[in-house]
């Protein structure tokens, strides 16, 4: 007769467990979805090591896991029997897929990998999990390259606009400084915004930012709106700050000393500087937006009645009582 350790026990309990919550066959078909996204992931995957715009790509999927975390208390419970309607999930990915490899399109491809995994969520934590899971799902949205068309697009328009303005901060300064298209044209220097002075890094990173922000905080539903729509202005501030300083420093110490700080120092500084904005945002939104404190009933007696009355009071001390 076979005698089994605890250890043994153990792990056959475990594994019986898994069989019977149906976590199992969740990881599973999740192992599947991976499998046929490899090459996709692999793509994506250098895309973060070699375009400057999407760096923040590898703390998309840890920042993913850690909201999952934080909203841990709240996950529903797997499902006794799978959700069959998630199977439309699974059809517009393979659909997201196919079009994606036809047309040379990869955002598709990754696209695909979020209805893939919506479609593992409700398969088998139902509705609920989908809501539950959601959050996740779109900020993993974000370490997705877009694709080159709309990132082009997108580029010059963010040029301008941050070589316009910061020609006028820098007049407003008292320098010298005339937008060329693209050209700040000072004098003793000529700063070219180019692609990748156009701010888009910082945009994405800062919509990620401000997104996964706007999930985990306690605010009202107008506030997390205008915080995730703070994200282009104060992305588009950062790189004015950016690309003023280093006109100023052009002009003041010296092209070499002014590269130095383009290229290191104040490359660095802009996420700080943009997140110290959000927390001004924020602290100015505390005081201006606030909410209605009910009125309650509660009994009074009356001078010289000799009974209580229940009356609505309200906020605002001892004597701010009305019928």
């Known amino acids: 007769m076979e005698i089994k350790t605890s250890e043994q026990l153990e792990s056959n309990s475990l594994w019986a467990r898994l069989v019977r919550s149906g976590a199992l066959y969740a990881i599973v078909l999740l192992a599947a979805v991976v499998w046929a996204l490899w090459p996709d992931l692999t793509a994506m995957y250098e895309t973060w090591g070699t375009n400057p715009a999407y760096e923040h790509g590898y703390l998309v999927p840890l920042f993913a896991v850690g909201l999952l975390w934080w909203r841990r208390d709240s ?24 079009f994606g490899d036809t047309l040379y399109v990869k955002w598709l491809d990754g696209f695909a990998l979020l209805l893939y995994l919506c479609g593992v969520v409700q398969m088998y934590w139902g509705l609920r999990g989908l809501i539950w899971a959601g959050p996740s799902i779109i900020i993993l949205f974000f370490m997705i390259p877009l694709p080159y068309t709309i990132e082009q697009m997108m580029k010059y328009p963010l040029q301008r606009i941050s070589t316009l303005a910061s020609a006028y901060t820098l007049q407003t300064l008292g320098f010298t400084a005339i937008a060329d298209g693209t050209l700040i044209l000072m004098n003793h220097a000529t700063l070219g915004v180019v692609d990748a002075c156009s701010g888009l890094r910082m945009l994405m990173m800062f919509f990620f930012m401000t997104i996964f922000a706007a999930f985990i905080l306690d605010r009202p539903i107008e506030q997390k709106v205008l915080i995730v729509l703070s994200a282009l202005p104060i992305a588009i501030l950062s790189n004015v700050i950016r690309i003023s300083l280093t006109g ?50 509660v009994p009074v007696v009356l001078p010289g009645a000799g009974r209580a009355e229940s009356r609505r009071r309200l906020p605002g001390g001892p004597g701010s009582l009305r019928r």
């Open 248 to 297: 100023i420093m052009h002009e003041l110490v010296g092209e070499e000393w002014a590269n130095r700080v383009f290229h290191d120092f104040a490359g660095w500084l802009m996420m700080p500087t943009a997140l110290g904005m959000l927390w001004v945002e924020l602290k100015v939104l505390s005081h201006l937006i606030f909410e209605e404190t009910e009125a309650r009933l």
């Open 75 to 98: 996950m529903p419970a797997m499902s006794a029997r799978p959700d069959f309607k998630a199977l439309g999930f699974f059809a517009l990915g393979m659909a997201s897929q196919f």
